[in-house]
């Protein structure tokens, strides 16, 4: 159980054109699920806190205008990268916790590649 | 605000020996998780092992076990019985307090396991 999905798992996007990635998941609803950015061999930095019904809750320095984070419902989260430029390139990762768990299950992952 | 610190940015080990990778946080609040994650190069995020900070007994799962020396602050993984396997990046977290319980992750420990 706790299985966590990611969709695409790469895509690659022409400069000012925007990007939607989904995280689902698949056999546990998740109170409250997560977005993190990582760059090559770096460690994974925590974007946003999203809860289902809800408005995200976005790091600070990240741009909430950009990063557009949907939760729709108990499995599924949405991160939109707008307008984005080749520094956006990236993997971002999701993750998702059940009520009342401590561990988070996360996603494999999406590579972003911004030309 | 939160604290993780991997010193070890490599670490070799041979096969079937037991390896340590080290970790010290730095926190204020009274509670909190440490966790520990494996990322092999395919990307994805494996939760390894638990230990809370009021939990009296070190976690232990499987050939994993936390060395958690709460007045040291120090979270240390213990791998027994390395296997070829187990080369992948290591990432220790904590647990902000808060319902949401966000993760703050070190920057890593590449483990590379000699056959």
């Known amino acids: 159980g706790a299985v966590v999905s990611q969709h695409p798992s790469w895509v690659i996007c022409k400069s000012g054109t925007s990007v939607k990635i989904e995280c689902r998941s698949l056999?546990?609803?998740?109170?409250?699920m997560f977005w993190y950015r990582q760059f090559p061999k770096q460690s994974l930095m925590l974007m946003a806190t999203?809860?289902?019904?809800?408005?995200?809750?976005?790091e600070q320095g990240v741009e909430k205008d950009k990063f557009l984070i949907n939760h729709a419902s108990l499995t599924l989260s949405t991160l939109t990268v707008t307008s984005a430029h080749p520094e956006d390139s990236s993997f971002y990762i999701c993750?998702?916790?059940?009520?009342?768990?401590?561990?988070?299950?996360f996603g494999p992952g999406t590579r972003l590649t911004v030309t | 605000a939160q604290k993780i610190t991997q010193t070890q940015p490599g670490m070799f080990v041979q096969e079937k020996e037991a390896v340590t990778l080290d970790c010290t946080y730095d926190?204020?609040?009274?509670?909190?998780?440490l966790f520990w994650y494996k990322q092999p190069s395919s990307g994805e995020m494996i939760f390894l092992i638990y230990q809370g900070s009021y939990d009296q007994q070190n976690a232990t799962e499987g050939r994993y076990s936390l060395n958690f020396q709460k007045a040291r602050k120090s979270a240390n993984l213990v791998i027994s019985a390395s296997q070829l396997g187990d080369s992948a990046m290591y990432f220790c977290?904590?647990?902000?307090?808060?319902?949401?319980?966000?993760?703050?992750f070190g920057s890593g420990t590449q483990l590379t396991v000699l056959p």
């Open positions: 993750s998702a916790r059940r009520g009342g768990a401590y561990e988070q299950y």
């Open positions: 926190t204020s609040d009274p509670s909190y998780g």
């Open positions: 056999d546990f609803q998740a109170t409250t």
């Open positions: 999203s809860n289902e019904g809800s408005k995200a809750t976005y």
């Open positions: 977290a904590m647990s902000r307090s808060g319902s949401a319980r966000q993760l703050t």
